[in-house]
């Protein structure tokens, strides 16, 4: 069946298919380690893990590569203000490695919560100075960057064209140009590559530049030539990305080796927080952590994200987190439910089901047309394990762990009124039996007569 992906670039879903053979290259923007992670960071990583397993449910293998920023990201997406690494350093009193040890811990941390995969090579920016180095050295060789007294900058005028991504026209912009930080730029949309260190600077390098450091930008460029070649399949981020930090590297790639990195731009849309931006200092900064704190599942908050497109905002309230978790429990009862079950389904059925889901996420990722054909599955009449197996294998991309079992923890108080319940049965003492019983749903409990005696479940 054909995948349809939409395409930043050119601004439509086209067709996907892999440079090479059945292996997928792909690259994504990964985390600056300098703070918690949000869940408006998790659903683009969200977003990304269901592309993988798309990719995978189609028979494609991968080369994933995900950087993890522990340098070179200003405060601005600009060039300006102090490195968000140094400046958390300094907040945290800790040493900059410190601070990305600990913040890269709590990013894998949260990715595997969620189920989220781990791509197949995560690459650190420190790791790769020199590759940044001879990166910028070929940019200078090629005509595409100068040196200023406190960087080394990307002169934007040497391109035929900036910004096909975002769509910007740099004419335009000239007259109401921003006010430089650097007067030494030649256009005001020129971007730092390296940047030199001023004294007593945290980190710093030896480079054909002096003591310096790396901008943000030349590091997915270097790490993604080193490990996916000078073009690949698909490039990933966040949609507040497109403007600065990929028009950049598109430059970037374009100047050192004459071409755009990937053929496939895929952006994903933000979070909102009760329709609005989110925020430290809103006090809504969600983590995954707070999530669970509420006793919620992670994967309640990976199902959520199912609701609507990537491409669109969603928009969280804990009363939404609140249904997606109860929808979680559905699901894995109605698994199941056919797992247990021997009725009869016909294999026209269960391929009529398979390949809607199939299409529905061949469309772009289409996960709410894809939750309503596992919906129709799970309610399905007949209860076969044929179905049930339908289901897992329709997990290998939604990753909610359909077949988990839920393990509810029933209060002692609860299990000693089921029992004199049980007791009053058997005396056919049905007032007391029923009296109990409606205790018992005071307390948010059901009880479930069997065949063999009775289920406790939490309502
Ligand atoms: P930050 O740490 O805030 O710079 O965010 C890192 C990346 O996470 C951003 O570049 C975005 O791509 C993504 N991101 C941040 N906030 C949100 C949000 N509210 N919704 C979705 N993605 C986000
Ligand atoms: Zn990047």
Redo the contacts with the bound molecule.
């Keep these: 069946m054909d995948l349809y992906l939409y395409n930043t670039l050119t601004k439509k879903k086209e067709k996907f298919e892999p440079q090479e053979g059945k292996q997928v290259r792909m690259y994504s923007?990964g985390?600056?380690v300098?703070?918690d992670?949000?869940?408006?960071?998790m659903?683009?990583n969200i977003f990304q893990d269901v592309l993988r397993r798309v990719l995978k449910y189609n028979g494609y293998t991968l080369k994933h590569v995900m950087n993890i920023t522990d340098v070179g990201?200003l405060v601005s997406d600009g060039d300006e203000g102090e490195d968000k690494m140094i400046k958390s350093a300094k907040e945290m009193k800790k040493t900059p490695l410190q601070i990305a040890e600990h913040y890269t811990k709590l990013f894998f941390d949260d990715l595997e919560k969620l189920n989220i995969e781990t791509p197949e090579i995560v690459c650190k920016a420190t790791d790769h100075i020199p590759e940044m180095i001879e990166y910028v050295k070929k940019l200078i060789e090629n005509g595409y960057a100068y040196e200023t007294s406190t960087a080394i900058y990307f002169d934007v005028s040497k391109l035929e064209r900036y910004g096909v991504l975002s769509g910007i026209d740099l004419q335009s912009q000239k007259a109401g140009a921003r006010v430089e930080v650097d007067n030494e730029k030649r256009n005001p949309y020129d971007f730092a590559l390296w940047i030199k260190a001023p004294e007593n600077h945290l980190m710093k390098w030896d480079s054909p530049w002096g003591l310096s450091y790396p901008g943000w930008h030349i590091e997915c460029s270097a790490m993604g030539k080193k490990y996916l070649g000078e073009t690949f399949d698909i490039h990933t981020?966040?949609?507040?990305?497109i403007p600065t930090?990929h028009e950049n590297e598109i430059a970037q790639s374009i100047g050192a080796c004459g071409k755009n990195p990937a053929r496939f731009w895929m952006h994903?849309?933000?979070?909102?927080i009760n329709g609005g931006?989110?925020g430290k200092s809103l006090g809504n900064a969600y983590l995954i952590k707070d999530i669970e704190q509420r006793g919620y599942e992670p994967l309640a908050y990976r199902l959520f994200n199912y609701s609507c497109s990537y491409r669109v905002k969603i928009n969280f309230t804990w009363e939404v987190i609140e249904a997606n978790a109860k929808a979680l429990i559905k699901l894995r009862e109605g698994y199941q439910k056919h797992l247990n079950g021997n009725e009869d389904v016909s294999d026209d059925i269960v391929s009529e089901f398979e390949e809607k889901f199939h299409k529905a996420i061949n469309d772009d990722l289409n996960m709410p047309i894809a939750m309503s054909v596992v919906w129709d599955v799970i309610k399905y009449k007949n209860k076969s394990k044929k179905l049930a197996e339908l289901l897992k294998k329709f997990d290998t991309v939604l990753a909610l762990k359909i077949d988990k079992k839920e393990e509810v923890d029933i209060p002692k108080e609860i299990i000693e009124l089921a029992e004199q319940r049980s007791l009053a049965r058997q005396n056919k003492d049905w007032n007391e039996s029923d009296k109990i019983r409606d205790d018992i749903l005071s307390k948010g409990y059901e009880i479930v007569d069997t065949k063999d005696g009775y289920e406790i479940k939490k309502i």
């Excluded at 992670?37 to 960071?41: H, L, P, Q, S, V």
């Design positions: 923007c985390p600056t300098y703070k992670a949000t869940i408006g960071n659903r683009t990201h981020g966040g949609i507040d990305l930090h994903g849309e933000f979070l909102l931006r989110m």
